[in-house]
């Protein structure tokens, strides 16, 4: 990932086939239009972008010949040599997450990706199965901790008897499993912190530069976090942070050309504003 961010800039693509999106693009709201679009971004954006992420939730809701189409997407990356984040939050425990976890991670899945998101509001330690799997498979995941939707304040700010917030406790556990990374790398392990959560990372105790992993950050630049405020948020992890955009490239297709344009100008802007240079 370190060196897919240095290649082609720290953004991830989203494959979020929206309704309107398909719509937009002349496609049909059905399981052709999800798989021309979707295999259309891959097209379009493989091998020239950090990583692309299809959310699960889009082809799910096809049933089954969705999730197939989701299983070309994975492959398609594969074969463009693109890293794929499989946005698809899973969490559970026991043997339900041993499940999820060679679901999405076990070599030779057809849904296995580089990396899977993940929902840690069972206890981090009740995603073991997929973050011990996806350490022995060479894979990756990202732990949600600290999103932007306002529903997300009620738990993840939440504070123990010892004072420590959930969302720092999230952080931590993930942070250890990085531990003993080898020098100038990131570790396999990051969490999903919203860029336009203001100062709570500061006021909940996070230590995101102590995490040591990639910090996949939704709401940089066209959903309007700045360089003052991705600065307060993510401090001296800004070189780690992978930000997250859909439709603000999405939106130029179905035209390739388009599609390349958009990624990077939202490079570009990414670039502007870690930099800190945005006016």
């Known amino acids: 990932m370190r060196a897919a961010m240095d290649a082609h800039g720290p953004v991830c693509v989203g494959i979020d086939p929206h309704p309107a999106l398909l719509e937009s693009w002349g496609l049909g709201v059905d399981v052709a239009g999800l798989r021309a679009f979707s295999l259309g971004v891959v097209d379009a954006l493989g091998g020239r972008v950090a990583a692309v992420k299809p959310q699960s939730a889009f082809f799910e809701r096809f049933g089954s010949r969705g999730v197939a189409v989701l299983e070309e997407v994975v492959a398609a990356c594969r074969d463009t040599g693109t890293l794929c984040i499989v946005d698809a939050k899973r969490g559970d425990i026991g043997s339900t997450m041993e499940g999820y976890a060679h679901a999405y991670l076990a070599e030779g899945s057809p849904l296995a990706g580089d990396a899977v998101t993940l929902s840690p509001y069972l206890g981090v330690g009740s995603l073991a199965p997929a973050l011990d799997l996806a350490a022995a498979s060479g894979r990756g995941a990202f732990v949600l901790a600290l999103t932007s939707n306002p529903e997300g304040a009620s738990v993840q700010h939440a504070r123990g008897s010892d004072g420590c917030s959930v969302a720092a406790r999230v952080v931590g556990e993930v942070a250890a499993r990085n531990a003993g990374c080898e020098l ?58 992978l930000a997250s955009t859909s439709r603000a490239v999405l939106r130029h297709g179905p035209d390739a050309a388009g599609l390349r344009r958009a990624h990077r100008q939202a490079v570009e802007d990414l670039e502007t504003v870690l930099t800190g240079t945005d006016k």
């Open 184 to 241: 100038g790398h990131i570790g396999s392990f990051g969490v999903v912190v919203g860029a336009t959560v203001g100062g709570a990372v500061r006021e909940l105790g996070v230590d995101l530069e102590g995490l040591d992993g990639p910090v996949l950050a939704p709401g940089i630049g066209a959903q309007g976090a700045g360089s003052e405020q991705v600065r307060e948020v993510f401090g001296g992890s800004v070189d780690r942070v």
